[in-house]
């Protein structure tokens, strides 16, 4: 290779490195263009508008109405969806940093029946290489979640199956299934992450507005 490519070459690859790097050390933003906080309530939007669909909400999926619910993306860019809340796992930090805060999500307001409402991730019967983003299943994995942020206006979540900061974790995009579904892919076939956006629930006379 000719001197003058190795070089553009190498210079490339430093430049890729130190933007990875500089990303991983960045502190996730809202719509606002705020620093994501723990315990703050937000909406979980879709990045892209119109036909990228709207925000993130419970809806019950159990056999017999058992108290089992999906999480799955509404179709419509108008409505935001249900507001959760960012837990801090481990190591304490009063922002979330991209690639490095390990996290628990959970809905602000907990569905009928369901003991938590917390997000997990479970098992599809199904597929073995597959898992479902729930609330209220019993057969849920241990792991955490992560936000990646991607580039100055969207994100993506990750799940890392595990136990946080015990052994180096492997986490995988969150995508959506064909029903609008957030599943995880956890094999080497791939998943086409969501990309997202983070806004501050906002009240209108003590009541979450859903528009």
């Known amino acids: 290779m000719p001197a003058r490519s190795l070089i553009t070459t190498l210079s490339f690859l430093l430049w890729i490195s130190l933007s990875l790097a500089s990303a991983s050390e960045h502190a996730v933003i809202d719509t606002d263009g705020e ?3 723990p315990g703050q309530e937000y909406y979980i939007t879709s990045a892209i508008w119109g036909a990228g669909g709207g925000g993130v909400f419970p809806v019950q999926t159990g056999v017999d109405r ?4 999906s999480i799955i993306q509404s179709p419509s860019d ?4 249900k507001p959760v809340k960012f837990h ?11 690639g ?4 628990e999500i959970e809905f602000v307001e907990n569905a009928a029946c369901v003991e938590s409402p917390k997000w997990a991730a479970t098992s599809d019967s199904a597929s ?3 898992y479902r983003l729930a609330i209220g299943d019993s057969a849920s994995v241990s792991g955490f979640f992560q936000i990646h942020v991607l580039n100055s206006f969207s994100s993506k979540l990750v799940f890392c199956p595990g136990t946080v900061k015990v052994v180096p974790s492997t986490c995988y995009d969150i995508g959506l299934e064909t029903n609008r579904e957030l599943v995880v892919k956890h094999d080497d076939t791939g998943n086409d992450a969501k990309l997202w956006v983070f806004e501050k629930a906002q009240t209108v006379k003590g009541k979450f507005s859903i528009i």
């Open 100 to 103: 490095s805060t390990d996290l």
């Open 128 to 130: 073995s290489s597959l």
């Open 88 to 98: 801090v796992v481990g190591t304490s930090t009063d922002k979330i940093y991209s």
């Open 35 to 37: 620093p994501l906080l």
């Open 66 to 69: 058992s108290c089992a619910y």
């Open 78 to 81: 108008r409505y935001k969806g």
